[in-house]
């Protein structure tokens, strides 16, 4: 068990260290437990005393590429076709989908212990669908097959993050529940409201993640243990 506590940042390690391990030694470790400390090292990792910027900069990334995508789709004389895409504009939101990785763990990470089962499911979901969906965007742009796949991958990106909102939301996290619950909703819209929509979403996403890093930049506070 020292491999997990060897994953935490060495400043967690010498403030929390010793108790961590006496505690891992006094009960059985089963596989949420195991499951708790790993998200805590990427919790201490992400949440030190100073706060981490990554997923709040991944957020403000993800939705600024969101918005130059859907002006660029916007701009065109006549809707694009199923599923919504256009070759100039895919790098725009492959770097988007690609950023909204390491923001939806920042969203997670929020939930703490009490992430619940909508919680844990919402994560898996959304990485494995952003994931899926990025490979499916990628292979577009190399001009191969891609509209069933992604229209999947995408799909279940959506529903992952929407349970993520849920979940936020049944954690008091109302707004920024129901931002994210709402960037699920238009990502799975007609593209020509849903692209927009996708991205106004995320761009609240990112506006409530920055005052939430500038509040905590500014208070005083220890690494924690998710």
């Known amino acids: ?131 899926a969906w990025l490979a499916a965007l990628l292979a577009a742009l190399a001009h191969l097959a891609y509209g069933p796949v992604t229209a999947l991958a995408a799909s279940v990106a959506m529903a992952g993050t929407a349970a993520l909102g849920i979940a936020l939301v049944g954690h008091a996290r109302l707004l920024l529940g129901a931002l994210v619950a709402g960037a699920a909703l238009a990502g799975i819209a007609p593209s020509g409201f849903g692209w927009p929509a996708f991205a106004a979403a995320w761009t609240g996403v990112a506006i409530v993640l920055l005052l939430d890093f500038g509040r905590r930049s500014g208070m005083d506070g220890g690494p924690r243990v998710a």
Request: aromatic share 6%; charged share 20%; hydrophobic share 55%.
């Open 1 to 131: 068990m020292n491999r997990y506590v060897g994953l935490y940042p060495r400043a967690w390690r010498e403030r929390y260290g010793d108790e961590l391990q006496a505690v891992i030694e006094a009960e059985r470790i089963g596989l949420r437990a195991r499951l708790d400390l790993l998200r805590g090292a990427i919790d201490a990792h992400l949440h030190p005393e100073v706060p981490s910027p990554l997923p709040v900069a991944a957020a403000v990334t993800a939705s600024a590429l969101a918005v130059a995508h859907a002006v660029v789709l916007l701009a065109q004389p006549v809707p694009t076709d199923w599923p919504g895409y256009l070759d100039d504009a895919l790098p725009l939101i492959i770097a988007s989908v690609a950023a909204l990785v390491p923001a939806l763990i920042g969203l997670w990470l929020k939930l703490g212990d009490h992430d619940g089962a909508i919680g844990r499911l919402g994560i898996v979901l959304a990485i494995a669908g952003h994931v």
